[in-house]
């Protein structure tokens, strides 16, 4: 081999060394303060994630609701995900809030949530959590129809001076 091709493979091997060290040393993006509390990132929602979580998360509720017959789950519900940096598991979960009677016959909003961690052959409820409610808004009243307004039955008449 010359030391023309030597030389040449030097310069290549000097200039990709430079390259990783200058990338080496850019200075690291910051964590957000939820992964830094939570060691959790938020990560986008895939479209089957949000279809299963829409799918399942009343019925994980109805478990927990099991003191009314009279309940009304509230538009929108969110859905998140989180993957957990350390171990690279993936929650799915739902917030929202429910609309329901009391024993005493008070009607009350809960806040709630339910979650799942990813696992080899689905989503696994790792929680689910109805928290304390505040005095509803009454529920809306049922539709009335307008009243009908009937023809006349006689025509018009001009009045006479």
């Known amino acids: 081999m010359s030391n023309t091709a030597n030389s040449g493979r030097m310069g290549v091997a000097v200039v990709a060394l430079l390259a990783l060290a200058i990338a080496g ?6 964590p957000s303060e939820m992964t830094r509390l939570t060691g959790k990132e938020s990560i986008p929602v895939r479209d089957d994630w949000r279809q299963f979580a829409l799918s399942h998360y009343a019925g994980e509720l109805l478990v927990e609701l099991t003191t009314s017959n009279d309940i009304r789950f509230l538009e929108p519900v969110m859905v998140s995900a989180t993957r957990d940096v350390k171990t690279g598991a993936i929650e799915l979960i739902v917030f929202g809030e429910v609309d329901q009677t009391n024993i005493r016959g008070n009607r009350l909003r809960n806040p709630y949530a339910v979650a ?9 409820v790792i929680d689910r959590d109805v928290q304390a409610g505040r005095t509803a808004p009454p529920p809306p009243k049922p539709f009335e129809p307008a009243p009908v307004i009937k023809p006349a039955t006689a025509p018009a008449t001009m009045p006479t001076p």
């Open 116 to 124: 799942w961690r990813q696992t080899g052959s689905g989503w696994q």
């Open 25 to 30: 040393c850019q200075p690291a993006e910051k």
